[in-house]
């Protein structure tokens, strides 16, 4: 299992930051991401605990369920399927307030299950990848977010 985590400080307040973080549909700003679906609202918000969201992205298509929603300071999720097939334990954001806006922290442990040669690929083809969408998705919310604080 690989862990991979990207970081950002995003200039804007912490609740605006994990608002647009947490509705994917913000996502599809992100030119990696090319549809994000609320499938089921969750139990207390729309992105709550007990949602579903169904991601298309251009390095696969995701279900992914809410575990863990703390507004504005986390929101877990595990990635229940996947194609390409993967195996998921955990999806982490975390939210702080810092000087000059809000610092994201977005941990995710995957990995790709082939035999013998699943460590490789999700270190050498996975792990880029997935720090690449993420790193783009969080640069896209500090652009969308600039100048409303």
Do not use: K
Not at 124 to 138: E, G, Q, S, W
Request: aromatic share 8%; net charge positive.
């Amino acid at each position: 299992m690989e862990t991979m985590t990207v970081e950002r400080v995003i200039a804007a307040p912490v609740q605006e930051v994990f608002s647009w973080l947490t509705t994917t549909t913000n996502y599809t700003r992100s030119p990696l991401v090319l549809r994000c679906r609320l499938t089921r609202r969750g139990a207390e918000a729309p992105y709550g605990v007990g949602a579903i969201r169904d991601h298309l992205w251009l390095i696969g298509a995701f279900r992914e369920r809410i575990t863990l929603y703390d507004p504005p300071y986390a929101t877990e999720y595990v990635v229940d399927r996947s194609l390409p097939p993967s195996r998921h334990e955990l999806g982490r954001m975390t939210f702080t307030e810092v000087d000059g806006g809000t610092h994201v922290r977005w941990t995710t442990r995957a990995e790709i299950p082939v035999p013998l040669i699943g460590a490789f690929l999700t270190r050498r083809l996975a792990r880029p990848v997935i720090t690449r969408t993420f790193r783009n998705i969080l640069a896209s919310a500090d652009s969308a977010l600039a100048g409303q604080g």
